[in-house]
């Protein structure tokens, strides 16, 4: 009754972790070389161009420093959005978190009168609360409501993002600003510290190690980790041992949309010194943390080490985006081609793919 | 300028702006309805913009690039297919990848081609004698083109397909059940593929309508987001080819009247609406009998595979 079909696809147990990393570099490298072959297609040299990449973002010390400075709000998103998948949260949302992490710390730096040594750690404080604020309002509508998540975390980011034209545009606008749609500088007081000569603001990068080495605990050594994963790899069996799903999923959204926030008050903080456009803020990060948490398969000391990979793609596109004129899109190009051969590994990873010309 | 000609001008580019939300809108509506969500609209849409713009500004034929638009915009929409029907690929990130390889793409193979004028685009067309009418005369019958009448033909078309034919129960038997439908014989995969092709080859148009006929030019990351409006749409249409075009005309009056009302309205807040309006349609059809009669289809998202395999 069957029709026979040209390859038949089957799960496979689960797999050690040195050939998930193996075959996920394997993965990169494919999406490397596709790019390449589509550069080469349209009259640019591949080889040129992975030699301007390599040489421009780890190359030199201000490449360096460029690269991980992109990585630094990846990393934050990165391990929130572990934290949150883990529990099959589906936050596409972390771009709008972090903008209403640098709002909030635009906020209490320019309208706040606290004194300077507590600037900063209000401001902190304030981005971590927005975000996760912003997280949890599809965390109660999907553990309420039963909304799907995607969809709430994707419009939120739309909300958000006019939320931050609006106040730069209105009532935000800076005075000092000639007419431009910027708030006001910070106070110097309410700036993050840099390592000389870079725009590495090193508080937050300590900030980000040290949250995914908590989250790793947090996942592997506690209860609540347990409740997490086990409300993720099946809510049928949380529920018989009587772990509270709407409990969980607000949890890991506090802590996914709050680690974003964090990343926004790095932004706002450390690199622009002011509230500006939605789209300077972040360049997509909270998009890119997805991939950064999907190809760390959701572990968050893993995150580490994507997220400084996926901060050598963004350095590395400045780069060729100067020297070789291509648009900036061309990000989105290299982080599209690898999303799609990591689904494509994942599948060759965790199912069997046998061939059949036979009629059965 | 009167406030006759102030009506008559927004609803007249009401009309023009919402024609791309609706096409987009009307394929996502028949993807989805099948049971594949497909986020990568924003993808498709802007591939289709560049092949049709770079179609026409070569062959001077602007019809021949919005066909070859749409015919981008299907091909795109297999890349989609093969990951989340045959390999069974999660459907969210497969579409993201799409939108992001394929705005990088675009961006890519558009280079050079920025800041180019088309020669010649596709005409605006005066309805003779039905122009004649009063307000609604020079409101609907003037200054359109003939893809914003093909696109409300389009709507009563596949409103008919989905809810009053064979096709239409096959559609939706996939999207809400689709065991149940493959035991009545129909091929789940077939009937999700075709679907999600209806999806890309329209969002291709809506986007070839962008670049050749709307704003004749080609401009890197032209579609601006419309493809999130789209998705935000088809929620807010219940999936319902009918209800979209109503839904597409009010989200582009919000969008027209956002530069329009700018010294009472902030133009933002009017801007994020779409995006809202969605949300709480989402909670307003999370209850009771509303969310088997207008709620979304019980299948979307979830690959088919047969039980007993």
């Known amino acids: 009754m069957k029709k026979p079909s040209l390859f038949r696809v089957e799960r496979r147990p689960t797999l050690p972790g040195h050939v998930v990393v193996l075959v996920s570099i394997l993965a990169i490298f494919a999406a490397l070389v596709a790019a390449g072959i589509f550069f080469q297609a349209y009259g640019i040299s591949a080889v040129r161009a992975y030699q301007l990449i390599v040489k421009g973002a780890l190359g030199s010390r201000l490449g360096l420093a460029e690269t991980v400075r992109r990585a630094i709000p990846l990393l934050l998103c990165g391990v929130g959005l572990t934290i949150a998948f883990r529990a099959l949260f589906w936050n596409i949302g972390a771009e709008g978190q972090l903008l209403l992490g640098a709002v909030a710390a635009a906020g209490v730096a320019l309208f706040s009168g606290l004194p300077d040594v507590l600037l900063l750690p209000a401001m902190f404080i304030a981005g971590f609360l927005a975000g996760a604020l912003w997280g949890l309002i599809p965390a109660v509508l999907k553990a309420r409501l039963g909304i799907n998540d995607v969809i709430t975390t994707l419009m939120m980011n739309y909300i958000a993002l006019y939320l931050v034209e609006w106040l730069i545009h209105g009532p935000w606008r800076g005075p000092t600003m000639r007419g431009f749609a910027y708030t006001d500088k910070f106070p110097s007081a309410a700036t993050l510290p840099t390592i000389s000569w870079t725009r590495i603001h090193w508080p937050t990068l300590l900030l980000g190690l040290a949250v995914a080495v908590l989250a790793y605990v947090l996942i592997t050594r506690t209860r609540a980790g347990f409740e997490i994963r086990v409300v993720g790899e099946n809510p049928e069996a949380a529920r018989f041992a009587g772990i509270s799903a709407f409990k969980t999923t607000l949890f890991v959204m506090i802590i996914s949309g709050g680690l974003a926030g964090l990343a926004g008050v790095g932004e706002a903080a450390g690199i622009h010194r002011m509230l500006l456009g939605p789209t300077s803020i972040s360049m997509g990060y909270g998009y890119t943390a997805i991939i950064v948490a999907w190809l760390a398969r959701r572990n968050p000391l893993a995150v580490i080490v994507t997220s400084l990979l996926f901060g050598v793609i963004m350095s590395g596109g400045d780069v060729i985006r100067v020297s070789l004129g291509l648009p900036f899109q061309v990000i989105n190009l290299f982080n599209g081609l690898i999303l799609f051969f990591l689904i494509g590994s994942e599948l060759l990873m965790h199912y069997k793919i046998s061939f059949s010309f036979r009629r059965r | ?309």
């Open chain 2, 1 to 309: 300028m009167g406030w006759e000609t102030w009506f008559i001008v927004t609803l007249s580019r009401t009309l023009a702006y919402g024609t791309p939300l609706l096409l987009a809108t009307l394929g996502e509506i028949y993807t989805e309805r099948s049971g594949v969500l497909n986020l990568g609209v924003e993808g498709m849409m802007i591939m289709g913009a560049y092949a049709a713009f770079s179609t026409a500004y070569t062959t001077g034929s602007p019809w021949l690039g919005i066909m070859v638009g749409a015919l981008v915009g299907g091909a795109f929409s297999l890349i989609h297919a093969f990951a989340s029907i045959t390999l069974k690929a999660n459907q969210v990130v497969s579409g993201l990848s799409l939108t992001m390889l394929g705005l990088g793409l675009s961006g890519v193979l558009g280079r050079g081609w920025e800041g180019r004028p088309l020669p010649v685009s596709i005409p605006e067309i005066t309805v003779p004698g039905l122009s004649k009418i009063p307000f609604l005369g020079p409101m609907l019958f003037e200054g359109q083109n003939l893809i914003a009448y093909f696109s409300i033909l389009l709507v009563v078309v596949m409103w008919y397909i989905l809810y009053r034919t064979r096709i239409g129960i096959a559609v939706r038997a996939v999207g809400e059940n689709p065991a149940a439908a493959d035991s009545l014989g129909i091929s789940v995969n077939k009937v999700r593929y075709l679907c999600t092709i209806v999806g890309g080859i329209l969002a291709g148009l809506a986007g070839g309508y962008l670049s050749v006929a709307y704003r004749p030019a080609w401009t890197e990351g032209m579609t601006g987001g419309m493809g999130w409006i789209v998705i935000a749409l088809t929620i807010f249409a219940f999936w319902n080819p009918a209800i979209g075009m109503l839904g597409a005309y009010l989200f582009a009056a919000l969008y027209h009247l956002s530069f329009r009302l700018q010294p009472w309205v902030s133009p933002e807040l009017l801007k994020a609406m779409p995006y809202a309006f969605a949300i709480l349609v989402l909670i307003a059809i999370s209850r009771g009998t509303l969310q088997k009669k207008m709620g979304a289809p019980a299948a979307l998202t979830l690959p088919y595979s047969r039980s007993e395999e």
